[in-house]
């Protein structure tokens, strides 16, 4: 649901991109929080398989496609605030590199696809499970609702959008019924993307998703008469926490899995358009659509200029995607990483160091 240039007038684009930098702020301060040496490298993992599943286009209906958006599985996997981050930094170098996605509507794509999804997965994921039985398949669940919700959740808040700053005069019933309810359907593929991701990684290395961190650990037994208890909570405070496991293998495994879907399974997505095309085509949202910015960029439309072979050009811009997006993502989130304050390194000590020199 990339937002191109014309659908939104100026004044709301401006104030989206306002609450976009924002969000970016915030997340900025919050994602110190959630990363730590072996998680920034991992961030940038997820934001290039972010980038190559968003090229993977599936058929939702007659005509219609629907792709990725990966907030509820960036959310999950290594935090909200990181998660918006990782968002972003995909759509800015989709909308720079591959002309996909407004450069004057960064904002609301940011706004739309990289803050309303991962909030509102995360919240019902958090919500779920709570409520839920701590255990893995329960969390895989979580996951596929959390993201089946926040799809129609993001075509809600395009629709707001576009009752507010919308360049043409479209009946918004119209619009958020077609919006909606497409997104539904296009929800469904996110959830179970999302819900196979998250089981899969549960399954090698729960460690590493940030949504169940501490919820899943299985409470230390004691065999007393042949039968096995729970330890009481002195025991179990006794016993020392294990070693971090490295994530080397698990990065290098994520990385090849992400070349392969950009440069490969690519090439067989669904060529029609996706929900946002269709319903603007439909109702004539895209009358006065802007031709992009960066339309004669050689990566234009997933493809590398000068290659006239269809299936080597999709391959390639995808491997190179997926290259700028781990690179710039990864560099990043070490730079946030390196920039987390030291437990002792308050604001007020550090006041009380100035003044005593």
Known sequence: MHVPDGFID???SVAAGVFAAGAVAVSLRGARRELDERTAPLAGLVAAFIFAVQMLNFPVAAGTSGHLMGGALAAILVGPYTAVLCLSVVLLLQGIFFADGGLTALGVNITVMGVV??????AVFRL???LLPRTRRSATASAFVAALVSVPASAAAFTLLYWIGGTTDIPIGKVFTAMVGVHVLIGIGEAIIT???VGAVLAVRPDLVHGVQGSLAAPLKLRIDGELVDAPAATRDAEPAPAPRSTRGFWITGLVSAFLLAGFVSFYASANPDGLER???DQGIDEKVEEHGAADSP???????DIANARLS????GVIGVSA?????TGVFWVIRRRKEEPGDAPRDRDRDHENA
Do not use: K
């Open 10 to 12: 100026a004044p709301v």
């Open 117 to 122: 999804t991962v909030v509102v997965a995360y």
């Open 128 to 130: 779920l499970t709570g």
């Open 195 to 197: 819900a196979l991701t």
């Open 279 to 281: 319903v603007a085509a």
């Open 299 to 305: 990566l234009a439309d997933y493809g590398v200029g």
């Open 314 to 317: 999709g391959g390639l811009a």
């Open 325 to 329: 997006t781990v690179v710039v993502g």
